[in-house]
């Protein structure tokens, strides 16, 4: 969920950070053939894009974004700390507002946030087990969505509601502790089997410091904020299909957007699988209920499919189309003349150019969209580059996930079935 407040610009911090990325590319080398977690990982990501707003929207024209990351890991193992990692990663963005132009409340571009360098994660953890039972503690500033309301296939998409729910997303006084601004908080993650992963957090009410939006970080701990409670079981229901079941709840009662105050809370679920006789297919669907007097999302529906290897001479790339649907609230609808629904649908090619960098070609038709009153149908058009390095890992291009991070969930179930 982006921040609406502007930030100066830093072209010598971008650079600065730009040239250490390169540097990793030329230090990485290959990649290791250790599937394990190293001792010391470090990553870079560079995503670039650009959009243009074709027709409908606020205004048409001609918007890039760019957004750089800085992520390692250290595990405690080898330094004789049994179980325990610490993580971190620092982010730096930059370019103007799609969603200004578009008009949107579901955020078309996943990277969008107006321009600021920020510690985006830094958590201590500590595991107690093995890779079938186990049970974990972190602590930090943690990002909420890297392990709650998560979907692997759905990563594929550049619409913000395919990584967070909208209806999870606008929660709050300015969004949960998620891109572009985390909290602090304590989570702890239960692997009692292969099959079941169970979490529960705990995290600082506001996000960030709403008053000082532009600082590297804010880890401020205020009674007045309260807390954002949040508990999710998943479920393997094979080696490659997986059920979320989410429940979240903010402990402080909030202004409604008629009269009086509520306490914003909310419910989801989600299944990612593969399309059963259709190989190289994968297909998602999510749902979400929030509570639509205290936010203007009140529910969401969204599903997609992604096609591994589309064309023959083209094995790593990727095709997908989704649909996000988000429900406005009675109250927001009366109050601020919202329609009671925006929907977005999006189709992706993503070409994977070696290991390290992908382009990605989207296109996605806004009907209806919310983000204000009477805003027309938008058509936009875009282009993402990814660049990636690591060590001593590659770190992929085709993969929106932090590499350096360690897996917090058991080895997918063995059905004895081949992989779909």
Known sequence: MPSRTPARRCPVLSAGL?????????????????????????????????????????????VALNKLQLGGTVQGDDFGLAGFSVHGQIFRTDGRSLSGRIGDIQTADNIETPPVTRLFEAWIEKRFGNDERSLAFRAGLIDLNADFDSIETAGLMLSSSHGVGPDLSKSGVDGPSIFPVTSLALEMSWLPSKRWTFRVAAFDGVSGDPGRPAV???????????????????????????????????????????????HDQGIYASLDTPVPHAKG???????????????????????????????????????????????????????????????????????????????????????????????RTALAMGLRLVLTAGFPKKAPAADSADPTAPPDGPPPPDTGAPPT
């Open 216 to 262: 590297f970080v804010s880890a401020r701990l205020s009674p007045r904020d309260g807390a954002l409670v949040i508990g999710q079981a998943d479920y393997h229901l094979s080696d490659a299909a997986r059920i979320e079941v989410g429940l979240w709840r903010y402990s402080r009662a909030l202004p409604a957007i008629g009269p009086g105050a509520a």
């Open 281 to 375: 297919w994968r297909a998602w669907g999510r749902a979400g209920l929030a509570s639509g007097s205290v936010q203007a999302v009140s529910g969401y529906l969204g599903a997609g499919l992604v096609r591994q290897g589309p064309l023959k001479d083209r094995p790593d790339d990727q095709i997908g189309i989704a649909i996000a649907r988000a429900e406005i609230g009675a109250p927001a609808m009366t109050a601020l003349g919202l329609p009671n629904a925006e929907t977005s649908i999006e189709a992706t090619y993503q070409l994977k150019l070696g290991n390290s960098v992908a382009v990605q070609p989207d296109v996605q038709y806004v009907i209806h969209p919310a983000g204000e009153a009477g805003v």
């Open 18 to 62: 730009i040239g250490l990325a390169m540097g990793m590319v030329a230090w990485s080398g290959p990649a290791a053939a250790d599937e394990s977690q190293p001792s010391v990982s470090l990553s870079a990501r560079d995503t670039f894009d650009i959009w243009d707003v074709a027709d409908g929207g606020v205004r048409r024209g001609t």
